[in-house]
């Protein structure tokens, strides 16, 4: 059974972006890529919101980012690709599958196939569905040193309480801290 993985860069107050879908606060050096490129060697299929895919796949397919991070960008365009999302016709990106039906169903269906684990970046939505229906097996917050104030949380709706057993640490020179946990269902 494949697990499930969310892994996000957040505000110490809990933003995924700031306000207008804001990134620019993100610390991404060295370190940062070379913990990106270990998740994504772990990762079989790569899964997002409308939201997220849209700004992935305006960002990773150009040929300025694969020329200045063709690791890092190789595996984002070659990994198999899932966007969930009702106003979505058609997805482009390369390798990807638009579902536009019940994200828990789907879901279910897809870790119950062999493979990587299933890895969700930003899709604060898509998150928040999946773990109130308690489908999520880890999540790595990738903690900024930087308070918002406003933006668009990690967890949306309700999603009730979850009780998280941490299960690593790391620490980057920047002050980025990797927070991972594992519900205690």
Not at 42 to 53: C, D, N, Q
Not at 87 to 104: H, I, M, P, R
Request: net charge negative; with cysteine; hydrophobic share 40%.
């Amino acid at each position: 059974m494949r697990r499930i993985i969310t892994s996000n860069l957040v505000s110490l107050d809990g933003y995924l972006a700031g306000p207008g879908g804001d990134l620019s606060w993100h610390t991404v050096n060295d370190e940062f890529f070379g913990y990106a490129e270990d998740m994504l060697n772990s990762a079989g299929v790569l899964l997002f919101g409308r939201i997220t895919y849209d700004l992935m796949a305006s960002y990773w397919p150009t040929e300025t980012v694969r020329k200045n991070d063709p690791v890092v960008a190789g595996k984002m365009n070659g990994l198999p690709k899932i966007v969930f999302s009702k106003t979505l016709e058609k997805a482009e990106w390369e390798n990807t599958t638009l579902f536009n039906g019940d994200v828990e169903k789907n879901i279910r269906q897809l870790k119950e196939q062999p493979g990587k684990d299933i890895v969700i970046l930003g899709s604060g939505t898509v998150v928040s569905a999946l773990t109130q229906a308690d489908l999520i097996d880890e999540y790595r917050f990738i903690i900024n040193p930087v308070i918002l104030g406003s933006g668009v949380y990690q967890f949306t709706g309700n999603v009730g309480r979850k009780k998280m057993e941490l299960t690593d640490v790391k620490q980057f020179s920047t002050g980025v801290v990797i927070l991972c946990y594992k519900p205690t269902i």
